[in-house]
Structures are given as structure tokens and as C-alpha cells.
């Protein structure tokens, strides 16, 4: 949770204003939110957050743009298309592993577990007339270009994998705006998708970019993993501040939505109100590592349906894309599973009173019966992530708008950015710190 403080230093005028300190408040007594990485003293990596990021558009270059910036480039393990964690990704549908087609000529033939080519539901999609409603939710989105099968199945699992929440909930408008972007603007997401182009907006392409780019990129990590992104916060102290009272110019605040709605004063009720309209959501998360190699199918990992099992979301097979992380010596095999989500508490109870090993038996459970691995972990690491994801619900978007408007009409000095608002992957959560700062050049 985080705070940044703007101080301006005026030379005679506002306009001539510009700042003079910035001061970032944390809640906690490291950086970087829920990115969080243990790295063991044989080599071994577990990320207990954050994993694998995409390169992909505006906001996956300007992440890269950023880490040259840091120069991180030599820290940098990328994992190309071609790779297999990129390539295989799997869905455990009643009760076995299938494989997503990542060709041609799987999505022109009957694939389990679908019914019927995915071909069919993509060329027929072009038919579809464009839906009249301002927001959709992304099952009925998907249900009603695609077919409900890709809805109940494909669409169901990428939100629990990437929200960890229920798709019949979350907003198209908002969790895949490419989508709906695609149906206004072409009356089609394919011919949207195919025809619209890569929208601007993250500046020019530093030379890692274009190394991304031209080695085609799927994801990457780093070598000591996620949290060496952190590095150059850590170089600096952290002070304590409890009880200090700071007069400030401008705060531009990265906090949780409902975290934001407590703090601020009653005659903001109206804003407050709806910053609290923003659920998040909680995640049991258990990094498990096994020695040799256990796994039965090679691949980034597997999403379940929350028809097969409303309390494990996907399980990734972490030492495929990076074998990088792995301990030195003898080989092992490390994966994570990751639970709950809008089902915690339906499936696992109330997340302050999980206990670590109801979440590691949860796991190893679900390792036996979805992957055949019965032996038992060498390490692992159980954590419940309170109210880590933010869920973007029918009518974000406006939510949006009007708390923005109201920090307008009310000529607040606030700035809201982080997971709550504008996107929720590390990438988005940077690009969204960097509009944050850009906007206040030329107001301070």
C-alpha cells in the first residue's frame, strides 16, 4: 500500500511551481505490494505473488523500457513463443489434463474437451450483431459471440487464472477492454482484433523492446527473480512516520480502494462511497518444490473450470518456463497452486482464520488427483494473500468516471492509481504509476 507525497517549491508563481521532494509511504516495511520472492541459499526461487511477464503492447513495453531504465537487462530470462511452457498450456476438465491447441490444426478439429471445432465458434463470431448494452459481463460477452461452451469453459478459467474471479461478474468493458474495443469499433472481435492495430501510448521502444520483439517474447522473469525489481527502492531507507502528520501538495495514492474510502475525511462520503464498490478479492497460495522431475505433461500449468472445482484455480508449473530458478545441483520440479479467489471462503472459510495446512493439503490434493504426482514435497510454502485482486464488476467503468470527476469538480490534490483502478497485472499497475506522474507535469 502506497502513498507518494508531491511537495512543490514555488519560484514566484504557480504556474512557474515545480517539485521539490517526493515522499513514498509504505504500509508495510518492504516495497513493492505483493510481489514478493524468497530465494534460498542453494539458488532455488519461489515467487509468492507475481511470476512471468507478458511483453506484449503499450503497457508490456513500457515495463521493459523501464527495467533498461533500472538496468536490469542482463537480469532479464525470457521465454520465447516457441518455448513449451508457452506453447502447452493445459485445462483440467472432468477429471483429466487437455491441452489448449496452440495451431492450426487444433482449432480446426474436435479438441477435448470441447464439443466441436473452436474454428466454428470463432468464423461464426463475424455473424454475431453488436451487443446494445454500455457493459457486459465476460461470460455473457463471450457466451453470446462465441457459444456458451467457450464461455463455460475458456472464458471461465482465463478469468480465474488472471482475476481469480467469476466471470459471470467481472466487466468485459473493464477486464478485456481489447474485446470490447473490438466489437464497437469493427462489430467484431476477430475482425477487431485482427484489423485494429496496437493502440500508442508508452512511448518510444528502448533497445530491450525491440530485442523482446524480435525474439518473440512470450514472457520473462528475472534472474533472482520478481522482487529485483525492487532493487533500487531498497537502496534507499525506510522511516518510521507513525503518528507524523505531513502537509503535502499532492498525494497520488496507490492504496486498495476500500483502504483509500477509511482514510478520507466525511466530506468526501460521496467518493468514499464509491472507492468501497471495489471488492477484492483473497488467495491461498502454496509454492510446492519435488525432487526430480514429477511432472506428467510439460507446460506453463493448468486452469480448472469452476464447474470441475470452485477452490483451486490453476496449478503452473513454475520450473518449466524458468528451470532457471531451480536449486542447484539434483533436479527438482517447483509449482505453485493457487486457491480460492471469489470462492475463499465458500470452499476454505474465512481468510483470517485459514490455517497454512489446510492450504497445503488442499494443494497436494489437488497435485494427486489432477497430476498422478503422489510423492511428497521436498519444501513448501503456504500463504493467504488478503484482498490481493481487486474485481472489476459490472459498471467499473463508471465508477471510474464519476470518482475522477468528482476529484475534478472538487479540485482535490489526489491522484488515484494502482490494481483497483485501471488493471490489475504488474504491467498495468506500472503504466498506470507512470500516467499518475505524467499528469501532474505542468500542474506543480
Not at 500500500?1 to 504557480?14: D, R
Not at 511551481?17 to 532455488?44: C, M, P, Q, Y
Not at 496507490?254 to 483473497?282: D, G, M, Q, R, Y
Request: net charge positive; glycine share 10%.
Amino acid at each position: 500500500m502506497v502513498f507518494a507525497l508531491i511537495y512543490k517549491h514555488n519560484t514566484g508563481c504557480y504556474k512557474s511551481a515545480h517539485v521539490s521532494k517526493v515522499v513514498l509511504l509504505e504500509a508495510t516495511g518492504r516495497f513493492g505490494g505483493w510481489i514478493n520472492t524468497t530465494r534460498r541459499e542453494d539458488g532455488a526461487v519461489f515467487e509468492h505473488g507475481p511470476r512471468g511477464v507478458r511483453p506484449s503492447g503499450a503497457v508490456g513495453r513500457n515495463t521493459l523500457n523501464l527495467l533498461s531504465d533500472l538496468g536490469l537487462e542482463r537480469e532479464i530470462l525470457p521465454v520465447p513463443h516457441d518455448h513449451v511452457a508457452s506453447k502447452n498450456r493445459f485445462l483440467y476438465v472432468n477429471g483429466q489434463i487437455h491441452k489448449l491447441p496452440s495451431s492450426l490444426s487444433g482449432v480446426v478439429r474436435t479438441v477435448p474437451p470441447f464439443s466441436s471445432p473452436i474454428i466454428l465458434s470463432v468464423m461464426k463470431e463475424v455473424l454475431v450483431k453488436k451487443g446494445k448494452e454500455e457493459d457486459e459481463s465476460v461470460h455473457s460477452f463471450v457466451s453470446r459471440r462465441f457459444g456458451s461452451e467457450l464461455a463455460d469453459i475458456a472464458m471461465d478459467c482465463l478469468c480465474r487464472g488472471v482475476f481469480a474471479g467469476d466471470s459471470r461478474k467481472l466487466s468485459v468493458r473493464s477486464c478485456l477492454p481489447p474485446l470490447h474495443r473490438a466489437e464497437q469499433d469493427w462489430g467484431s472481435v476477430l475482425l477487431g482484433l485482427l484489423l485494429g492495430g496496437e493502440k500508442a501510448g508508452a512511448g518510444g521502444r528502448s533497445a530491450l523492446a525491440q530485442r523482446a520483439k524480435a525474439e518473440s517474447w512470450a514472457q520473462w522473469s528475472l534472474t533472482d527473480g520478481m522482487q529485483t525489481l525492487l532493487m533500487p527502492c531498497r537502496r534507499r531507507s525506510i522511516k518510521q512516520v507513525d503518528g507524523a502528520t505531513l502537509k503535502v501538495d499532492h498525494v497520488i495514492s496507490a492504496l486498495p480502494a476500500s483502504v483509500l474510502a477509511s482514510l478520507l475525511p466525511p466530506a468526501a462520503k460521496s467518493l468514499s462511497h464509491l472507492l468501497c464498490e471495489i471488492n477484492t478479492v483473497s488467495v491461498g497460495l502454496v509454492n510446492l518444490e519435488y525432487e526430480g522431475s514429477v511432472l506428467p505433461v510439460m507446460g506453463f500449468g493448468h486452469l480448472i473450470p469452476s464447474s470441475e472445482d470452485k477452490g483451486v484455480l490453476g496449478v503452473v508449473y513454475d520450473s518449466v518456463p524458468f528451470p532457471q530458478h531451480n536449486r542447484r545441483g539434483e533436479p527438482t520440479t517447483r509449482m505453485t497452486v493457487m486457491m480460492g479467489g471469489s470462492w475463499f471462503e465458500e470452499t476454505l472459510g474465512p481468510p483470517d482464520e485459514v490455517k497454512d495446512q489446510v492450504l497445503l493439503d488442499r494443494a497436494l490434493q489437488a497435485v494427486r488427483s489432477h497430476l498422478n504426482i503422489t510423492s511428497s514435497p521436498v519444501w513448501s510454502k503456504a500463504a493467504v494473500l488478503k484482498n490481493c485482486i481487486p474485481q472489476y464488476h459490472l459498471g467499473h467503468w463508471k465508477r471510474l468516471e464519476a470518482m475522477r470527476q468528482y476529484i475534478s469538480d472538487h479540485t482535490l490534490p489526489l491522484t488515484l492509481t494502482g490494481a483497483s483502478f485501471d488493471g490489475v497485472s504488474v504491467n498495468d499497475v506500472i503504466f498506470s504509476g507512470r500516467r499518475a506522474a505524467e499528469g501532474l507535469v505542468g500542474k506543480l
